[in-house]
């Protein structure tokens, strides 16, 4: 166990160097020098000067190696840099927005695995029944569907339905309070973009504990917990559930890449000032060093949240080690 | 024995006697359509948007870019089936002319991700050593960025339009086919037919083109299906953040994006119908993959 352990955390490390070359790379290969881009981007003239110090303040000046260990080195502080829009530091910009996005992603999980875990299953114990059909319809469904239309679609029902009932439009409010200061005005404005990126990310449980759940219908133990005479609930919840979930943490790497995803389109629609938003609007206005952070940070996290599902897997399962 | 047989008996009657082997495309097609009907549905939302999308100028009834300020933010009508926007465009005329750039986008992605994809999995899987080693740690790196960042990351670099939208889509798209079918061509490798090819002194090319892949078809079919409906999606939210095709081209992502929130309440079709098309589109696309893949791999049925 602790030799997996060690392996799989000693595997972060390359994949981390990795992603961090190609960031580093992806922001060098922009046609043209970035300053000139940058402050050519306005309309207006700027002289040599001005390019100068902007090289000076990217590290641009110095050689391309001590560039990238100096990248990653300030990534490992917590030191990204001054953002080329706004001028204030990166990491600040992002602390600022982090816990909006954070929550959303907390609560879509929930979201998502309250609506897929009980679907999933009442769709393998009906396999090919009419119900069967109707669930993985909405799962399909889910998949296709694009979470910003679904977020518009949200909105206009939120507007809609508030005014027959209250006679006054409502909107969920777009500023950030903190769920300790004000719990229902926090989750009055959380719970949409959830709502909205959880129904997304549930489609792709939903599907994968249907299969699970068909596999394990079909073992051995099942058929001789049946002829026990065990109540159907009992096969159910006890035997057959419990081995079909293990699969489906694994899962949770997947849906961190869908909610980052999901985030960057949600946020738009909601107007929401989370990381996604922050994303976006680093790309539309140039903002290199913001946008390499940001990227940089993602991987990251999604890679950490990987290895720590990969680490629970084994736990959960003693199997997974021996391979 | 008078029991009149239905016309769909008679065909499954003819279609099931043909020995396997024989069965021409159409016979092979008409036992896909009985046996999956979920996926003959996508199959036909599919071509209903590959018509609209070749035959744009023939069958919509305005041009996209037509301004008509005496119709604006009109309901759908007889004059205009799904309303027009808040500059007057025929909404209908711009979800097909849509379909379009959609279909140009998602069938380019697809495509060059998953012959770029083949041509990785399948090299890394044959020759193996050294190169098979570097090429998959090159691969998990890039497989590390979600597929939305690294779009979003590509078009911060290149710049908007539909060329770079294709270039930002592809990329993450290609190690996602290399991995799946690299591990299809690694069981191939071993089979004793690709030793005797090698016995009877067959070059490399030959091996791969003749032996190799025609075997890892099945996958990678059943992945390019899969990555027309993600690039189109893809698309669509790039397009959606002002980051995709830029007017005047009409997308459906960028529909939905010029107003459609402000005007939800007031006009509610502009928000409603692009968004339908993509969601039916990608829906198509994924029920006829799905379909396929049972069709074709029936070790994956049931997944």
């Known amino acids: 166990m602790y030799r997996y352990i060690v392996k799989r955390i000693l595997l972060v490390i390359p994949t981390l160097v990795g992603a961090a070359a190609l960031v580093f790379l992806l922001m060098r290969l922009i ?84 609506i897929a875990i009980p679907l999933g299953t009442i769709s393998a114990l009906k396999q090919d029944r009419p119900i069967d059909f109707v669930i993985r319809t909405i799962s399909i469904a889910g998949l296709a569907t694009p979470s910003f239309w679904l977020g518009i679609l949200l909105i206009l029902a939120i507007l809609d339905i508030s005014q027959a009932v209250f006679g006054t439009p409502w909107m969920p409010p777009i500023d950030y309070v903190p769920i300790w200061q004000d719990p229902l005005r926090n989750l009055s ?99 290199y060093t913001m946008t390499q952070a940001l990227v940089m940070l993602v991987v990251a996290v999604f890679v950490l949240t990987n290895t720590v599902v990969d680490l629970i897997y084994a736990w959960l399962d003693p199997r997974i080690r021996y391979t | 024995m008078t029991i009149a047989a239905s016309p769909s008996d008679v065909l499954t009657a003819v279609v099931d006697d043909v020995p396997e082997g024989h069965r021409s495309l159409l016979q092979r097609a008409l036992i896909f359509c009985r046996r999956q009907p979920l996926g003959t549905f996508g199959l036909v939302l599919v071509v ?26 009109e309901p759908p009508s007889w004059a205009h089936w799904l309303g027009t926007d808040q500059f007057g465009r ?25 012959v770029g994809g083949m041509v990785l999995g399948v090299g890394s899987a044959y020759f193996g050593g050294r190169l098979d080693l570097y090429l998959q740690a090159v691969l998990d790196v890039v497989m590390a960025f979600p597929l939305i960042i690294m779009a979003l990351a590509v078009v911060a670099i290149f710049g908007t339009g539909v060329h770079n939208v294709i270039v930002a889509i592809t990329i993450p798209l290609i190690p996602r086919c290399a991995r799946v079918l690299r591990s299809s061509a690694l069981s191939i490798r ?39 409906g993600q690039a189109i999606l893809a698309e669509a939210s790039l397009s959606y953040l002002g980051l995709g095709v830029q007017e005047p081209v009409p997308a459906w992502g960028l529909m939905l994006q010029g107003g459609a929130e402000e005007y939800a309440s007031t006009a509610p079709w502009i928000a409603i119908f692009p968004g339908l098309a993509i969601a039916l589109t990608v829906f198509g696309f994924s029920l006829f993959g799905d379909a396929l893949r049972d069709a074709l791999d029936p070790k994956m049925r049931d997944r």
């Open chain 2, 48 to 73: 209903v948007m590959a018509v609209a999308g070749l035959g744009a100028e023939w069958i919509a009834p305005y041009s996209p870019t037509a301004n008509d300020f005496s119709v604006m933010t």
């Open chain 2, 190 to 228: 071993e089979v004793p037919y690709i030793d005797a090819a090698r016995a009877c002194g067959f070059g490399h090319r030959r091996i791969i083109l003749r032996h190799m892949v025609p075997n890892v078809m099945a996958p990678f079919l059943i992945l390019l299906t899969a990555f027309v």
């Open chain 1, 31 to 114: 046609p043209g020098d970035i300053c000139v881009v940058r402050l050519g981007s306005g309309g207006g003239t700027f002289d040599a000067r001005a390019v100068a110090t902007c090289h000076a303040q990217l590290g641009l000046d110095s050689p391309v190696f001590l560039q990238f260990v100096d990248f990653v080195w300030g990534f490992f502080r917590g030191d990204f840099g001054t953002s080329m829009w706004s001028g204030k530091p990166v990491a600040h910009e992002i602390a600022a927005r982090f816990p909006i996005s954070l929550e959303i992603c907390i609560m879509a999980v929930v979201i998502s695995n309250i």
């Open chain 2, 90 to 114: 025929d909404l209908l005329s711009r979800i097909i002319y849509g379909a379009r750039t959609a279909l140009i986008v998602g069938f380019s992605c697809a495509i060059i991700a998953s």
């Open chain 1, 189 to 287: 404005m959380a719970i949409w973009p959830a709502l909205t990126v959880g129904y997304r990310t549930s489609a792709v449980t939903m599907r994968m504990t249907r299969s699970a759940m068909l596999e394990v219908l079909r073992e051995d133990y099942i058929r001789t917990a049946r002829a026990k005479g065990l109540i159907e609930k009992v096969i159910v919840n006890r035997h057959a559930l419990k081995n079909a979930l293990l699969p489906v943490v694994t899962l949770i790497g997947i849906e961190a890449a869908f909610l980052m995803g999901g985030l960057v389109v949600t946020e738009q629609v909601f107007n929401l000032n989370g990381i996604g938003r922050l994303f976006v609007q680093s790309v539309q206005n140039q903002d």
